[in-house]
Every structure is written in C-alpha cells, then in structure tokens.
C-alpha cells in the first residue's frame, strides 16, 4: 500500500483529507492483511462517485435485456438479437462493450444449448422451439461498464433443461447471499458450486467472474469452483459479476477454431449461465444489473 499523509488528498480521489475519507478503512485492511487474509488493492475499490455512474450504465443494461425478454420467440435469428441490443443500447446514448472488443465482431453474446458462452449472433442461428439461450449484454456508458446475462426458454423446452436454467438462476441468487463484506469472495463460489453439484451439475473452472464498472473486465477474477476461506476479501465499494456456467454433464470445454470465441461444452451437452453485476455494501451486497 502507497504512504499518504492523513492530511494529503485521499486516493480515492474525492478530494477530501485521507483521515476523513478512507484511513479507516486502509487500517483495518492492514489489521486483516496481518491476519492472513488476501486484501483487496485500491484499483477494485469504487468511488461513490464512480458507482453512481456504474449503476446508470447498469440501469440501461437491465432496460436491454428486458426489451429483450419481451421480443424473444421461436423464429428469431439470433443475428436479430444483435440488431435488437445495438438499437436498444445506442438510442439510449451508450456503447454496446463486446463491439469490437479483442476482436468480438457483434454487440452481444448469444449463446445456444451446448454453447457455453461467447456465441456469436448470426443469420444462420434460427431459434427453435425447445432451444435455451443465454443472452449476455454488455453496455459502456460515459465510460462506465455493466454487464449482466439471462437465460431464455424458447417456448416449451423438456423439463431437463428447464431444471438446468432454474437451478443456475438458484446458484446466482445463493452467491448473491453470500456477498458479505469482510468475507472471503470463496465462500461465495463455493456456495455456487455446491449447489450445482447437489444437482447433478457440473461448473466450467477456466472461465469466471471479474470486477467491472471503469473497465469491462477488472480483477478479482471470480471463481465458481472455489473453496471457502479462499480468495480476496470482499470489501465495501468492490462491485464484480456473479456468473456461474452451470453444465448438464462434465466440466469440460472447448473453443471454436474457426470463431476463435464459441465455446461448447465437450460432450454436447446443454450448458445455462445467468449473470449480474453486484457492489458490496457495508451490510451485505447490491445488484446493479441482472
Ligand atoms: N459479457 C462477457 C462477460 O461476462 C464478456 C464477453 S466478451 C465478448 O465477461 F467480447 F465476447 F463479448
Ligand atoms: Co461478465
């Protein structure tokens, strides 16, 4: 941790004395260091004035998934949904985050069955009744990012899929109770596995969650196979995405070599993720998007 004079500007950069704003806190991070735990740096740690911008980029987010969630329906190329979000997002002055970014040729992620993440929207994915999607949105908004994910059914799916999408969706919610400051962020991923492999699932280890809100994609890096009293300490002001890839059958996974971005699950079985971005809070957690 850098030496700051309690009388010079805190770094945070509100602009107030470090003995009024985040000496404190500092201290007992410094207390809970020597005990052993991992600490967070100050780079994970918002501002309140960065967190109410993160949560207006998070605002127009949430407003781009639901309109998805009204238009979604058997029939609709995934290619669509694309165009959806792209309209959505930019008629409300934002930036769809995937466009462009490393490469990513579309402004949303779709990702059908056996799709485990980063699908890629096209003209050629027609929905089919049966299918379940996920479709994963991104927004910058005057610099600021959010990102959350959601699973549709496209009209009636079997009852082993409906259970997979459930059961995720249960697995974000249990994670979500279990951001507590001054926690480790293990617990929280071992709470989410434990309750996908009580179900018979399994839950993808090499790709996870990751801080978000000045950049798309922040550390921590986030695990949803993790083992309690592990990890980085949640701490008030860290805000990073809750986004377990819950598959039916094994953990295993590949990547596309022609997209260079699908992935799939190995054995072609179907795989569901939901995703929010959360801000931990002196009391417990807030969700920004979902
Ligand atoms: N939204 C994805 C995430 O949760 C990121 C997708 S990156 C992209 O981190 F380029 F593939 F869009
Ligand atoms: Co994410």
Not at 1 to 7: D, V
Not at 18 to 23: E, F, I, S, T
Not at 117 to 122: A, K, L, N, R
Not at 147 to 159: A, H, Q
């Amino acid at each position: 941790m850098e030496t700051i004079g309690r009388n010079d500007a805190c770094w945070c950069g509100s602009g107030k004395k470090y003995k009024k704003c985040h000496c404190q806190f500092d201290e007992k991070l410094k207390e809970l260091q020597q005990e052993g735990h991992i600490i967070p740096s100050h780079d994970m740690i918002k501002t309140p004035e960065q967190i109410e911008k993160i949560k207006e980029s998070g605002k127009i987010n949430i407003a781009v998934l639901d309109y998805v969630a009204e238009h979604i329906k058997a029939g609709v190329t995934t290619q669509q949904i694309d165009d959806w979000v792209y309209e959505q997002t930019t008629s409300r002055g934002a930036i769809p985050a995937p466009l462009n970014y490393e490469g990513f040729p579309k402004s949303v992620c779709t990702s059908v069955n056996d799709q485990v993440c980063h699908g890629i929207p096209s003209e050629d994915v027609v929905l089919q009744e049966g299918d379940i999607i996920n479709v994963d949105v991104s927004t910058i908004y005057h610099g600021y990012f959010s990102d959350s994910s959601r699973m549709f059914c496209i009209g009636e799916v079997s009852k082993e899929k409906k259970k997979l999408v459930d059961v995720t969706k249960e697995c974000v919610e249990i994670g979500i109770s279990q951001v507590k400051p001054w926690t480790p962020i293990g617990n929280m991923g071992s709470a989410v596995h434990k309750h996908a492999v009580e179900n018979g699932y399994s839950v993808v280890r090499e790709i996870g969650g990751h801080g978000v809100g000045v950049e798309f994609h922040e550390d921590p890096w986030v695990s949803f196979v993790s083992e309690e009293n592990t990890g980085v300490l949640m701490v008030p002001g860290m805000m990073f995405t809750i986004e377990p890839m819950v598959n039916m059958g094994s953990d295993e996974i590949y990547t596309d070599e022609i997209d260079e971005w699908t992935v799939r699950t190995e054995d072609g079985l179907p795989s569901a993720q939901w995703e929010v971005t959360v801000l931990v809070t002196e009391t417990g957690c807030e969700v920004i998007c979902w």
